[in-house]
């Protein structure tokens, strides 16, 4: 499916594909929390050899400080996760350690996205104590990472494209 997608003020736009456009992984860590807001974010999966995007000057790009919860030692993540340094607006996210991958915010993406038949809510363990999941009845919960991938849940349902 293409995906095309804005920030707020429109000053970067871009394009994608992806083979898994069901938002339905919900993310309660702190970095996407704090970089995403609304107490979670909704990241999907896309092919990045198929990314193309209008305003790319107006792109800046974090990567997060991370704590050795035992030590306190801190490294730099990976991810890169972009944004709009006009308006602030959460854009994608792309890390080296799997080059081929994608994720854009879904709260990015201006196509018309379909409707999950459940969700996956992960890293519960780390959600600010103000979070009130809605979690339904066929929804699966993780205190951390969820047993299956993108791929995987949208091949489960039998929703891959």
């Given at each position: 499916m293409k995906l095309e997608g804005s920030c707020h003020c429109?000053?970067?736009?871009f394009s994608l594909e992806s083979a898994e456009p069901y938002p339905f992984m919900r993310c309660y860590c702190s970095i996407c929390r704090k970089t995403a807001g609304g107490g979670y974010a909704i990241n999907l999966?896309?092919?990045?050899?198929?990314?193309?995007?209008?305003?790319?000057e107006h792109i800046g790009v974090?990567?997060?400080?991370l704590a050795d919860p035992?030590?306190?030692?801190?490294?730099?993540?990976?991810?890169?996760?972009?944004?709009?340094?006009?308006?602030?607006s959460a854009l994608w996210?792309?890390?080296?350690?799997?080059?081929?991958?994608?994720?854009?915010?879904?709260?990015?993406?201006?196509?018309?996205?379909?409707?999950?038949?459940?969700?996956?809510?992960?890293?519960?363990?780390?959600?600010?104590?103000?979070?009130?999941p809605q979690i339904a009845?066929?929804?699966?919960?993780?205190?951390?990472?969820?047993d299956e991938s993108l791929a995987q849940w949208h091949q489960r349902l039998g929703l891959s494209r």
């Open positions: 429109q000053a970067v736009r999966g896309g092919d990045y050899r198929t990314l193309l995007v209008e305003g790319r974090y990567q997060a400080r035992q030590t306190g030692e801190v490294r730099v993540s990976e991810g890169r996760r972009h944004f709009c340094r006009e308006c602030g996210l792309w890390d080296p350690t799997w080059p081929e991958l994608v994720h854009p915010h879904a709260s990015a993406i201006d196509s018309e996205l379909p409707v999950p038949p459940e969700h996956t809510h992960l890293m519960l363990g780390s959600k600010a104590g103000w979070v009130e009845p066929h929804d699966r919960c993780f205190a951390e990472y969820p």
